[in-house]
């Protein structure tokens, strides 16, 4: 399991998760950057992933 590549997601909402490399990304979710090992991964949405709010949210609280 140590060998299993990740890819980052993200979908329209701005929310990020890590799936699989060799399995179909899900609908509606895009890949960020390279795969990588799990920790890394998740590593890499600790940075990016700074307001666990979705974006329509963020959006109607900044109005």
């Not at 980052?8 to 490399?21: A, F």
């Not at 609908?27 to 709010?53: F, H, S």
Request: hydrophobic share 35%; with cysteine.
């Amino acid at each position: 399991m140590a060998d299993t590549k990740f890819w980052v997601v993200v979908n329209h909402e701005e929310q990020y998760s890590i799936w699989p490399v060799g399995q179909q990304v899900p609908a509606g979710w895009n890949t960020v950057g390279e795969a990588d090992t799990e920790e890394a991964c998740l590593d890499r949405i600790e940075t990016l992933w700074t307001d666990m709010r979705p974006k329509s949210v963020r959006e109607r609280a900044s109005q």
